[in-house]
């Protein structure tokens, strides 16, 4: 059974860090392009972050640009989110997802095909 399983969520003051991370299991991530995305209460999906398969292009939104920094391991089938100076509108549900391409950062607006449960991360001020 292909599963992604984020985890490193938890709760933060405002300027603090939080590192997140998502382990693939019964698939290799190896040719995936792989993303993260936020869901806040009552809003919509947001793309944060993806990063092609071998780790030669990633993309951001705007509002972590500089921020966050996502990494992959291959070998380890486990991708990465570090987060810095997080603040209070940082605060939502976190979804690591995988699919076949990034399409120069589509992906943060198309989505993938696989997805976590989520980890829920949380910026007080």
């Known amino acids: 059974l292909a599963q992604l399983v984020e985890s490193g969520g938890g709760s933060v003051e405002a300027g603090g860090s939080l590192g997140l991370s998502c382990v693939a299991s019964?698939?290799?991530?190896?040719?995936?392009?792989m993303g993260w995305f936020r869901q806040a209460g009552g809003k919509e999906r947001e793309g944060v972050a993806c990063?092609?398969?071998?780790?030669?292009?990633?993309y951001y939104a705007d509002s972590v640009r500089g921020r966050f920094t996502i990494s992959r391991d291959n070998a380890k089938n486990t991708l990465y989110l570090q987060m810095n100076n997080l603040k209070p509108e940082d605060t939502a549900m976190y979804y690591c997802?995988?699919?076949?391409?990034?399409?120069?950062?589509?992906?943060?607006?198309?989505?993938?095909?696989?997805w976590g449960p989520g980890t829920q991360v949380t910026v007080s001020s």
């Open positions: 019964g698939y290799s991530i190896r040719a995936r392009c």
């Open positions: 997802a995988s699919g076949p391409s990034c399409l120069h950062g589509d992906f943060l607006q198309n989505g993938g095909d696989a």
């Open positions: 990063i092609t398969n071998n780790s030669g292009a990633t």
